[in-house]
């Protein structure tokens, strides 16, 4: 009875969970008012089976060769990112169309710049200036890319990665803050930079009561979704905020709100647990693990998936403002979870590797 | 490391308990509040209507304002029993009922929705409408703006209007966030300048009962008002030239020959903003702006040109004379001038206040219509002149081969077509002395706090070289037309006029008049602060000068402007001043 499963087993089946979690959140959805999300539901069923067959085919591929890999992966989603401002296209052009599906390169810079950036300083002392200003460098090209996209949301855990690896990796800390307080003192410059649409996305990204009838209204309409579901929640398919559309984007940014209204503190309570189980797993992977590369990989699996569920559920709560952050395995997008999946994948064999030891 | 993992991990727990107290606190401690709203789905969303920029004239005083009124608003989500209230309200305010019930199944629209049904209630409509409320569900009186144009019709052209957003617009301009019933410049300035003219919207987030009435604020955001415009016109001049112009089709148009400033746009007949869908119905084009888009030959005032183009190039002198015997023959073909039996001997110093045809038809052809036409262009006529307002047309500056000839060229009769615009533009480089400045309307464009935000100054265009002995005997005669010529009756006494009558066919198919009578002219003609051009459709040049010179009365005596025109003596009252000289015409003329 208490025997115990491998954390890596808990890993799988728990992505496996929320995914779960996610399509019933969007068969929900499906019975609102508004009729594409029946496409939705049906497409992240696709992925969702698309995110399980990645993650076979990858469980036994030795997390090491990533290290080699990840030079060459760097640069092709660089072009890709470049490619975006020409042949993007889709809101705000962040994606490309290769045959039948699009895909957004900047939800895999994520996965590629933590294998690339733990490869980079496991190799080195990051306690030396150079070494650390040279990750930082790796950062801001995809950063900048990104942030003119602009893709906020995904530019920041960028950064929020960055800072992770490199903390975790050992980099002083009077590197880290004085890179944190150029950054700040720098930002007018990049401010002056920008293309007044983009400035203005920005703002309103920042203080969203700047479009008070768009995404501020948004935050009391999310407020009033989670409170009015109360402990036990209005049961599934019966939400009402959600199903009038009262909320838009509800299927991706928002998809909190609809577990919160119909399944109340108690969904939220076992979600939260889930999540928390879910990185759990990953320390453990990471202690466990005596090789330094493999460590620095799970700390920044860790950092991408804690922050978009801290941001996407302090943003839906109001305690964040708003930013446009997928939930992990909830929120529908086919890109941002096949990344997820990848990084089971490899945290997988990660674990599986370092016990061979 | 294991440090900083554990740090890591510290943070995260934190983190997870922040998210699990802020769900306690709205799931639990605010879900009595929370379900209440949702249950009954009763947020809305009411705007404060946006505070549009207001537009003044150069001394301040305004040409269009937004002031607070009341509308009847409806909410299509709250809306219960249409037919009822459709009904009640025809009988409380006196709405049409089908309209009513029309505009009621047109709207559909989620909970935030509100569409205007009436304008500017009458405080008599606000209390009845209010004594009802409670069998008026989804239907209230709602504080909103109002856009007023104090010179109404005699700035419509100038200033344009505002209409509700159409669908297209909203469309094309996702980035502005526009919604269904929202304000848009459609025409004029209000057009040209809307994005800065327009404010931010501000608006509450209000709690309403069961019938959609307000019950209380949930939040509120504070609105940003528009920019304002200073505009270069002259509201005393250009309230008097919408005077003149009532009634009329036609069009005057004021310049400051020393800058380039519009002192006075008009264009008549004008439309009522408060009723655009009458005014696209109504016969003359109201929609026209005839001063930068009315396309018409220039006529007479033409031999201006014809007469630089002469005396510069040395073909002509002064006192050199030809025999107007009042008509003369050219292959075959005869050409009369509009005074029968002739003016006689005539030099150029009374040739162009008597508007001689044959005079300035054998010096066109000496001239010859590729010269004519070169000076045309030197005078920038037939291109566009670049003012601030939309819809401005270029007219036509023909070649050689479809000029229609340089006899009919010089006396303004050919092909080339000139806006009214163009021809102030050419009056006021004969009183500046040669500087071609772009005409514009918009001075300044002011933020909410008054701050600068742009200042538009003049700007030269071109230069046209004109020796000095041209201009004094240009000038001269210019003023002799008005002294003793064809221009008389534009002579007032506060100032010395000078100026050149014309009067031609319209060759535009816009236009449903046949004939049109001009009047180019700048006051004080020693010290010129005005060029001044009046059109009229269907009218004498005679007529055209006189409305010259009632505005220019009221320009240069303000308090006289009761005063009539009387004193002043018309001699060649004339109508019309002289024939139009295109083939048919010709032969008409011939058999009489």
Known sequence: MDEKISPRMVLFIESLLLSLIGLLLLFSASKGVVIRFQAVFLKQLVWVAGGIFLFFGFRNFDYRHWRKLSLFLYFFFIILLILVFFVGHGRAGRWIRIGFFNFQPSEFMKFVLIVGLAGYFSERQVE???????????????????????????????????????????????????????????????????????KQRILIFLNPWKDPLGKGYNILQSKITIGSGGIIGKGFLRGTQTKLAFLPEYHTDFIFCLLAEEFGLIGVLALLVLYYIFLKQIYNIMITTKDHYGRLIGGGVTALFFTQIFVNI???????????????????????????????????????????? | MEDRLRIFQKVIRAALFLLVLQCLYLQVIRFPHYRRLSERNCIRI?????????????????????RTCFNLVFSPYDLKNPRRVAELLTRLIGADLQLLLEEFSSRKGNPFDRF?????????????????????????????????????????HLLGYLGEVSQEQIDSMKEERFKPGDRIGQYGLEKLYDVLLRG?????????????????????????PGNSLILTID?????????????KAGSV?????????????????????????????????????????????????????????????????????????GEMTLRDRVFHCWKEGGHGWVDVNLALPYSCNIFFGTLGMNVGARNLLDYAKLFDLGKKTGIDIPGEKPGHLPSVEESGGSLNLAIGQGALLTTPLQMCQLIAVVANGGNIWKPFVVKKILDPNGKIVKEFSQELKKTVFISEET??????????????????????????????????????????????????????????????????????????????????????????????????????????????????????RGAI
């Open chain 2, 471 to 588: 201009l004094a005997i240009l000038r001269k005669g210019l003023k002799n037309v008005v002294i003793f010529g064809t221009g008389a009756s534009s002579r007032i006494s506060e100032a010395v006029v000078a100026g050149k009558t014309g009067t031609a066919q319209t060759a535009h198919r816009d236009f449903q008049s046949a004939t049109y009578g001009g009047f180019a002219c700048y006051a004080d003609a020693e010290r010129p602060t005005i060029a001044l051009v009046v059109f009229l459709d269907n009218a004498g040049s005679g007529q055209a000068a006189r409305i010259a010179g009632r505005i220019l009365r009221k320009v240069f005596n303000p308090e006289s402007a009761e005063a009539t025109s009387s004193e002043t003596t018309v001699e060649f009252d004339d109508l019309p001043d002289e024939p139009v000289l295109v083939a048919p015409v010709v032969e008409e």
């Open chain 2, 253 to 325: 148009v004021a310049m400051d020959p020393r800058s380039g400033e519009i002192l006075a746009l008009v264009s008549s007949p004008g439309f009522d903003s408060y009723n655009i869908a009458k005014a696209l119905r109504a016969p003359r084009q109201p929609f026209l702006n005839r001063v930068v888009a009315g396309q018409y030959p220039p006529g007479s005032i033409f031999k201006i040109v014809t007469e630089t183009a002469g005396l510069e190039l040395g073909l002509i002198g002064e006192h050199d004379r030809v025999e107007c015997s």
């Open chain 2, 200 to 224: 931010k919207a501000g608006g509450y987030q209000v709690e309403v009962d069961a019938l959609g009435h307000q019950r209380r604020v949930l939040g509120k955001t504070e609105m940003t």
């Open chain 1, 128 to 198: 030396r200036f150079s070494v650390f200003f040279g990750g930082l460098c790796i950062t801001m090209v995809p950063f900048l890319l990104v942030l003119l996209q602009p893709n906020l949301g995904t530019a920041f855990l960028l950064l929020i990665i960055f800072f992770s690896i490199a903390y975790l990796a050992g980099a002083k800390r009077a590197h880290l803050f004085s890179v944190l307080t150029t950054g700040l003192l720098a930002s007018p410059f990049f401010w002056m930079m920008l293309k007044d649409y983009q």
């Open chain 1, 314 to 357: 302090g943003m839906a709560s109001g305690i964040l403002p708003v930013a446009g952050i997928p939930l992990p395995f909830l929120s529908y997008g086919g890109s941002a979870l096949l990344v997820s999946f990848f990084c089971v994948a490899i945290l997988y064999n990660l674990s599986k590797n370092s016990t061979l030891f």
């Open chain 2, 46 to 66: 009411v705007e404060f209507g946006i505070p549009r920029g207001e537009i003044t004239d150069r001394n301040g005083r305004t040409l269009a304002i937004d």
């Open chain 2, 116 to 156: 205007v049904l009436k304008r500017n209630l009458t405080q008599e409509e606000i209390s009845k409408i209010e004594e009802y409320a409670f069998q008026l569900p989804g239907v209230f009186v709602q504080a909103g703006i109002d856009r007023t144009y104090p010179l109404g019709t005699g700035s419509c």
């Open chain 2, 235 to 247: 509201q005393s001049i250009q309230e008097a030239a919408a005077q003149e112009l009532e009634g």
